[in-house]
């Protein structure tokens, strides 16, 4: 009898969690909606086996973490106590967050206690900003899905499993590295794991405003697109557009997909740029529920080999950053985390951030936007991914979409990249094709790249050869000269582009220990870095077409890859910064350069 009743109780409970709640999109502009934040104090402990996800079955209330069980009687055994394990600040990321889980990879389970009012009428949402890189979610008890890729935004519907009063989530977060993955087993940054940007409730209506895009049309600056989806496909609901800075006040009605959309012709609105970005208060309304965001209006576009803005030609004053904080080196996640690297970077003569190598989180877009920097944002496509793999390809298209889907109402974003030094194959070229003709189709207002690899070199003539070419507007390339080439190459190097589209150095540069002074040609001095820039700089200045230069890179960053004690440290070195914001000489070369290419 006894028997009977666990096997029930298990099969109760294995179907328990298998009511699955659905996975709806994330709602475009998340801070702008009714949320309670879950950020803050999330309770947790190091799964090196998995035991609590995969034994569940034996035994669910003593193995599956996911019940955060408590022991109802002195004789139970529960082998597991979220109240009594080690706490962390949420978002933030394990390895600086504690320091025994530094070079940690593989399963930390997470529990948040909260408390719910149930709102008449409302649904309500669970918000990730992003959890690097695997995240099963539970709710009370029962699993809400499982997302994969660390970098975007993902969501559940979680009205029908929520209680008045106490409730429990729980996040099984899992970082370690597999070949098959977006990023795959090897890139230079710290596979930082966790839970790393926002955790919200999300009030929603019962009917809400899921998503809407609003731009300029085409290359028009007279004229605006605007278009709305609802979370329900239901005809006839009315949806107010107000711009009040451009005596806008339009209703449309949705049709049977509970979609709506409208030109707004005779507009003359004052062009974002990063000399006046300017915003305009935008407000939506749609029954009971508000929405308002700001939004900038520009153009970008090409002609020839001139990149162009707002009609006008533009050199892009750029620099390449990780998501990764100033001074304390972890990663970034806030408003003002993003404030510091925009400030060093303004403080370069930048106008222009390349967002290496996956999406940042929004604060940082927005800041970047709010500050007049224009943006290149980046899925982590990166070096030998899997190309073969159709999972791959789904999960790097997800997340493709994702960041054009949060990302698309945002002026700064001017070049959505696919991918980062990718060497050549067939298989490559199908996967990499397929990625920027659906970019370019989800979203025809802006400008596709990727970052190239130049690899052959004859007679110092680099010549620049990619089947990608066509599918890109902007030909952009890595190259160092100077660090991973003899530092000898760039006076004699020539580079020829044979395609007649603007050119971007998506990155240059060579690593310096901040405060090691010595001979020019000694590695890590700051001396060595300072000429390689002079010397790339008048080299790369000579490309035809030149539209643009992102050196690699802003700061510091941390690297497993980069071990060399009392230089690197973990770190890899080619910062214009130290890790700890000191400038180096080779900043003054680039802040002087870009100083003359603002005339
Ligand atoms: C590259 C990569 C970048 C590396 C850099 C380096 O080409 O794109 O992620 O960190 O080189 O420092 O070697």
């Known amino acids: 009898m006894r028997k009977k009743l666990f096997f029930l109780f298990t099969l109760l409970m294995v179907t328990a969690r298998c009511v699955m709640a659905a996975e709806v999109p994330a709602p475009q502009n998340i801070y702008a909606r009714d ?33 955060n069980a408590k022991p109802k009687r002195p004789s139970d055994l529960i082998e ?68 994969v890729g660390g970098f975007t935004p993902f969501c559940y519907d979680v009205t029908d499993v929520l209680k008045e009063g106490e ?20 890139f230079d940054w710290w596979n930082y794991g966790g839970i790393t940007r926002d955790v919200l409730l999300v009030n929603v209506e019962d009917t809400y405003m899921e998503d809407y895009t609003l731009h300029l049309t085409g290359k028009t600056t007279g004229s605006i697109d605007f278009a709305v989806q609802l979370s329900k496909k239901v005809a006839g609901e009315k949806v107010t557009l107000t711009i009040p800075g451009l005596k806008v006040k339009k209703t449309v009605t949705t049709d049977a997909e509970g979609k709506a959309s409208l030109t707004i012709a005779k507009v003359k609105p004052q062009l974002w740029s990063p000399e006046n970005p300017k915003l305009y208060a935008v407000q939506l309304q749609h029954g009971a529920e508000t929405i308002k965001d700001e939004i900038g209006f520009r153009t970008i576009e090409t002609r020839g080999k001139q990149l162009l803005l707002n009609g006008k030609p533009i050199f892009l ?46 604060h940082a877009i927005r800041e970047a936007e709010r500050k007049g920097m224009l943006l290149w944002a980046e899925i982590p496509v990166y070096w030998t991914i ?8 789904n999960n790097a298209h997800r997340q493709l979409s994702d960041l054009i889907s949060r990302d698309k109402n945002r002026a700064a974003v001017i070049i959505w990249s696919i991918a980062n030094e990718t060497p050549h194959s067939n298989a490559r070229d199908n996967f990499l094709s397929h990625l920027a003709t659906s970019a370019k189709e989800q979203d025809p207002t802006r400008l596709i790249s990727m970052a190239m690899e130049v690899l052959s070199a004859s007679n110092y ?45 998506s990155e240059f540069g ?17 001396e060595f870095q300072e000429r390689l820039y002079r010397e790339n700089l008048d ?27 009392e230089i690197q440290d973990y770190f890899n070195r080619k910062g214009l910064f130290s890790d700890q914001g000191k400038r180096k000489r080779a900043f003054y070369v680039l802040k002087e350069w870009y100083e003359k290419k603002k005339k």
């Open 35 to 67: 949320v309670q934040s879950l950020n803050g104090t999330w309770n947790y402990f190091v799964d090196v086996q998995e035991q609590g996800y995969y034994d569940y079955r034996m035994n669910p209330v003593k193995w599956g973490y996911f019940m």
């Open 80 to 147: 597991y106590d979220f109240d009594k394990s080690p706490s962390m600040q949420i978002p933030s990321d394990w390895n600086t967050a504690d320091e025994k889980l530094f070079f940690y990879e593989g399963t930390v389970w997470f529990r948040r206690l909260f408390d719910f009012q149930k709102k008449e009428g409302k649904r309500t949402l669970l918000y990730f900003g992003a959890v690097n890189y695997e995240a099963i979610v539970f709710v009370n008890g029962q699993e809400m899905g499982k997302h």
């Open 167 to 186: 409730n429990f989530v729980v996040v099984k977060v899992d970082n370690k590295r597999h070949a098959d993955n977006v990023p795959t087993r090897i």
């Open 317 to 362: 004053r750029g620099v390449c950053t990780h998501e990764e904080t100033a001074y304390t080196n972890r990663r970034a996640n806030c408003a003002a985390d993003a404030d510091t690297l925009i400030a060093w970077a303004k403080s370069m003569n930048c106008n222009f951030l390349r967002l290496a190598h996956y999406p940042h989180n929004e």
């Open 386 to 393: 899997s190309w073969n793999n159709p999972n791959t390809y």
């Open 461 to 505: 003539v680099n010549r620049l050869q990619d089947n990608m070419n066509q599918y890109v507007d902007v030909i952009s390339f890595n190259q160092y000269v100077g660090w991973y080439r003899d530092v000898n190459d760039a006076k004699k190097m020539k580079w020829e582009i044979p395609y007649d589209k603007p050119v971007i150095i």
């Open 510 to 526: 060579g690593g310096a220990k901040e405060g090691l002074h010595g001979a020019a040609e000694q590695r890590w001095t700051e």
């Open 539 to 565: 080299m790369l200045d000579k490309i035809e077409g030149l539209a643009g230069t992102c050196p690699w890179v802003l700061k510091d960053f941390r690297s497993p890859r980069r071990p060399l004690p």
